[in-house]
């Protein structure tokens, strides 16, 4: 069975990646001393684009740039093309071809993306890969490609050949995925009472893969071709077609302290910086890479330049504690939505963070937000700190080398699409109606649905305020209707019509927060 049969039996789930968006990867490259092209008038490329859930949100949100997705599935394609013609884009396509086959027509681009495609590629179609990122990169030009890598993949592997043992003799896709997950029920069930380091490993990984799409286990395990790659030997494959390593997606590894005082003290010695990340990847046992390459003329910088943090803007989506305190270096709580807490010391950055919480998602210039930041420390009785701009940058900065906070380009201060009170964003609206359980938000995120929240959405058409909401919703939780069950079915009505209220409530703030709903 080939590769395009494959994904068109089990398409792979096709959602935002947010570590993809120009506008992140134009910083990152800025950062190591390479001019990437403004997001906002820019050339992309994806490789292996499914049927566009990466690509769409992207076009549908930069209008002044081009995106053009490469897919080989006709399935896939074919429902990417369907969505782009329903949404009335100009500046994106979708095309199904086979990346041997794929010519060169004289674009350039100036972004490309290849992720989950290199390591599951037969050797021809990963060289081909490199190959055609040189060809057709932009002079200016960056490209990112995610791959498994060793050593971490070695245990993965492990699981692997175990499922791939257990489907060798069944044909159909659909019946090796029911047999894999049939599988990981038994290990689980015999397993249990077991003390070996790999049954713990066991045990956590198949508990990943059941959060998963179900067509990430067939695509990653199930799969003729996954094959992991050094990051030393990945780096040499791209200097073969005169590409160059800018960086990982990951830049808290590029800093051995992160790692502790002691590895630290070891690593440091390390004079070749390509040497030292490939030790990193040994000590931490990584397992997956996102790599960025450019032009070998370019010439990007091994270390970060810093100075560049004060030329972007910047995004945080923390919730800052009840109390702030502004007059002591000391760490505070900042929490994010999904539960994490991220610690904040200096009174510069964490009036900075509080300020960018208040400003979500409208991107904060960083000389804009020091001097706002500084005013508001020095109000609260912190003059000492009001003043250290070095030590909230290198704060900040730390907090983006672990993708706590954000940043884009000063070209992306003003891409939020117009919509008129009620209005439900497009491309957000026809992903329901299309079957999506997850919404794109502004920055490229996207969010998982229950039932409530996608039919919320059908009925946000522009022309249904939350009265005429909570009437709609309200029928559909009746004997009969849709969302029977979600709720007890002896709640009183009044009651019921209380309830609904109050998480219709929650749920419209939260699509405008991620500005998705007018």
Excluded at 392 to 400: D, G, H, I, K, Q
Excluded at 499 to 507: A, C, G, N, T
Aim: charged share 25%; net charge negative; glycine share 6%.
């Amino acid at each position: 069975m080939s590769a395009a049969d494959s994904y068109d039996a089990i398409p792979y789930e096709s959602t935002t990646l947010p570590d993809t968006h120009p506008g992140h990867l134009a910083c990152l490259a800025r950062l190591y001393g390479v001019d990437s092209v403004p997001p906002t008038s820019c050339k992309v490329l994806e490789f292996g684009c499914a049927s566009g859930g990466n690509l769409i949100p992207m076009a549908a949100r930069l209008p002044d740039s081009y995106f053009l997705g490469i897919e080989l599935s006709p399935n896939q394609a074919q429902e990417g093309a369907s969505r782009i013609a329903e949404l009335g884009l100009k500046n994106c396509e979708i095309k199904q071809a086979n990346l041997l086959d794929l010519q060169d027509e004289g674009m350039r681009f100036d972004y490309i993306i290849t992720h989950g495609v290199y390591s599951w590629s037969p050797p021809l179609v990963r060289a081909r890969i490199m190959e055609l990122s040189s060809q057709l990169l932009s002079p200016k030009g960056v490209a990112y490609i995610s791959y498994n890598s060793y050593p971490g993949w070695r245990m993965r592997g492990m699981l692997r050949d175990m499922l791939l043992y257990q489907v060798r003799d069944i044909q159909s896709p659909l019946a090796k995925l029911e047999a894999a997950q049939n599988y990981l029920h038994f290990l689980d069930e015999a397993s249990e009472g077991l003390e070996a380091a790999h049954i713990d490993y066991l045990k956590v990984e198949i508990d990943r893969i059941r959060k998963s799409h179900p067509s990430y286990l067939y695509h990653e395990y199930l799969e003729t071709y996954n094959e992991p790659i050094l990051l030393q030997d990945f780096i040499r494959e791209a200097n073969s077609q005169g590409l160059d390593y800018i960086c990982d997606i990951d830049l808290a590894l590029v800093f051995p302290g992160y790692l502790g005082e002691r590895a630290e003290s070891l690593l440091s010695p390390i004079r070749d910086p390509i040497e030292r990340l490939q030790q990193v990847d040994f000590l931490l046992n990584r397992n997956f890479h996102q790599s960025l390459l450019c032009h070998k003329a370019l010439q990007p910088s091994r270390i970060p330049d810093f100075e560049q943090l004060r030329g972007f803007a910047w995004i945080a989506d923390l919730r800052p504690p009840r109390k702030l305190d502004l007059r002591r270096n000391k760490p505070a709580p900042f929490m994010h939505q999904e539960g994490q807490k991220h610690d904040v010391a200096h009174p510069l950055t964490k009036a900075g963070i509080a300020l960018l919480a208040e400003r979500f998602p409208t991107p904060v210039p960083f000389t804009e937000l020091l001097g706002r930041a500084a005013k508001w420390v020095r109000s609260d009785g912190g003059d000492f700190f009001a003043g250290q701009e070095d030590e909230m940058l290198n704060e900040m900065f730390a907090l983006y080398a672990m993708g706590i906070i954000h940043a884009r380009p000063m070209d992306m201060l003003n891409t939020t699409i117009g919509l008129k009170e009620w209005q439900m964003e497009a491309v957000v609206r026809q992903g329901i109606s299309r079957g999506d359980s997850h919404i794109p938000t502004i920055h490229h995120v996207s969010i998982n649905l229950d039932p409530f929240a996608v039919r919320v959405i059908r009925y946000l058409d522009g022309n249904t305020d939350k009265n005429k909401l909570l009437q709609m919703l309200l029928e559909d939780f009746k004997p009969g209707g849709d969302l029977v069950g979600l709720v007890d079915s002896n709640m009183p009505a009044e009651k019921l019509a209380s309830h609904l209220e109050y998480h219709l409530e929650q749920l419209l703030a939260l699509f405008r927060k991620h500005a998705v709903l007018g």
